[in-house]
């Protein structure tokens, strides 16, 4: 059973020429339509996040800056991310409408929620938005399911760092933060040797990877460096940061994954993900026809759904970088684990 919301009309939040465009949104539910899955959906109302539930993961003073700005008209907030008038409660609404997909899959205790809202969220900081992005969606509902006494997964396959997601919950140690991305690119953040601040030591796992890099590679990397990490961790709550730019066709970067690796890639995690307790959360993806594909592809592994895919990718670069990050990561454990616990290195 599909866990997800009434469809939310974005187009407020439009910046004409904008890779981040609501058209998006179009293709993302078009993904969902091909999979036929009738009577298996449930949508939710939309709502608005209260200030005390963006407040867990904002600076309230950014939040006041941020609905100040687009009730005045809105404008760039840098080279990349804009809003308009109608952007700040359409942000609420996205965060809210998030905690409200929880809400019922909580309630229920089954099915797999997704929450198909723009903007995205990953890169908003806790006080600056950035690429795209305004309002932390996913740090949003981890916070939220955090403050429950839930330990919580965030797994950010987004072909960019989640730098935003990562800051938040860099010293939490009941949120732990899994990002396989393409390195060197924006924002520059995101190397192995990032592990998690003193009081949350291998809460962060950092996969950067190179143009180029194949499923194969991503998935071995996710397996064999994040798998561990994962099962000592033991989540109770799942959530996908599922950004579907890392698709060969899309235009923002250069991993070459197919809608055949996205659904591995959601296999994967569905090993591991307590049933009942899994969300995805839309970040990026820019090609329309790319980002309709591995929409439909991901949720098709998930529900159990037939669908058509493309190959899986295999053979690209980066087999090497896998071990090179084992390597990092370890040396950097053994350093930061000194500093905090006083262990010999």
Not at 55 to 71: I, K, N
Not at 105 to 112: A, F, M, S
């Amino acid at each position: 059973m599909l866990i997800t919301h009434e469809i939310l009309d974005s187009s407020g939040h439009e910046d004409p020429g904008h890779p981040e465009r609501p058209a998006r949104l179009d293709a993302v539910w078009a993904g969902v339509a091909d999979l036929h899955l009738d009577g298996d959906v449930v949508r939710v109302p939309v709502r608005s996040a209260g200030r005390a539930e963006l407040a867990r993961v904002h600076e309230p003073v950014y939040l006041d800056q941020l609905g100040a700005f687009c009730f005045e008209g809105g404008g760039e907030l840098d080279a990349d991310t804009y809003a308009t008038y109608d952007s700040w409660p359409l942000a609420q609404q996205a965060a809210g409408t998030g905690l409200a997909v929880l809400d019922e899959l909580h309630r229920r205790g089954e099915g797999v929620g997704f929450v198909a809202v723009r903007p995205p969220g990953h890169h908003a900081l806790r006080d600056r938005a950035m690429g795209f992005c305004l309002i932390n969606n996913v740090a949003v509902a981890a916070a939220a399911l955090r403050s429950a006494g839930e330990r919580v997964a965030i797994i950010d396959w987004d072909v960019h760092h989640g730098n935003g997601t990562q800051a938040i919950f860099w010293n939490d140690p009941d949120v732990l933060y899994v990002s396989a991305h393409e390195w060197p690119l924006f924002p520059g953040s995101g190397v192995a040797a990032e592990v998690g601040g003193l009081t949350a030591v291998d809460r962060t796992v950092n996969l950067p990877l190179p143009a180029g890099a194949t499923g194969d590679v991503v998935l071995q990397a996710l397996e064999e460096v994040a798998g561990p990490v994962i099962d000592d961790f033991d989540p109770t709550w799942t959530l996908i940061s599922a950004g579907f730019d890392g698709h060969r066709d899309d235009p923002m970067a250069d991993f070459a994954l197919t809608s055949g690796d996205y659904a591995r890639l959601a296999r994967w995690v569905r090993g591991f993900a307590r049933p009942g307790r899994l969300a995805v959360y839309l970040e990026g993806g820019y090609d329309l026809d790319a980002l309709r594909h591995s929409v439909a592809g991901t949720l098709a592994e998930l529900l159990d759904a037939p669908t058509t895919l493309e190959d899986r990718s295999q053979g690209g670069p980066g087999v090497d970088q896998v071990a090179r990050i084992r390597t990092e990561r370890k040396a950097t454990l053994q350093l930061v684990r000194a500093q905090a616990f006083g262990e010999a290195p």
